[in-house]
């Protein structure tokens, strides 16, 4: 805390550190957000429309946005694995493994897909019709 404040000097660890700790908080956070409603969403344009159309609005973005996280979830698989055969580092004096942080994506892109699914199975549970946001 001295570094930081009196020498406006913090130790390099702490700024990769919390770095890591947005990254992954973010990315887990995708599916809890989808399911509580809590996604970002346009109302003026679903408040324009028809019940039909807004339920088929709703099905076209659950499967966009299940298509979007499942290449999502793909191209982050591949570099974690790369980045864990690689042996790769970060290049701070932690040398931490950069799969492990790297894992926060695929995992929050699975964890969203299971969302969009589970949206698109029971699509009169979601949150979005609820009255989420």
Do not use: C
């Not at 700024?15 to 992954?24: A, G, K, Q």
């Not at 982050?76 to 970060?90: A, F, G």
């Amino acid at each position: 805390m001295v570094l930081r404040f009196v020498f406006n000097a913090p130790t390099e660890w702490v700024n990769e550190t919390s770095v890591y700790l947005v990254m992954v908080s973010a990315f887990l956070g995708f599916a809890p957000a989808l399911a509580s409603g809590k996604h970002i969403s346009v109302d003026l344009v679903v408040s324009n429309l028809s019940p039909t159309a807004t339920k088929a609005l709703k099905l076209l973005v659950s499967l966009l946005g299940l298509l979007f996280s499942l290449v999502f979830l793909y191209t982050s698989t591949e570099m974690v694995l790369n980045s864990y055969q690689l042996n790769m580092l970060s290049v701070s004096t932690l040398r931490v493994p950069l799969y492990l942080p790297q894992m926060a994506l695929p995992v929050g892109f699975a964890l969203l897909s299971l969302q969009f699914i589970a949206n698109l199975l029971d699509p009169e549970s979601a949150a979005a019709e609820k009255g989420g946001h």
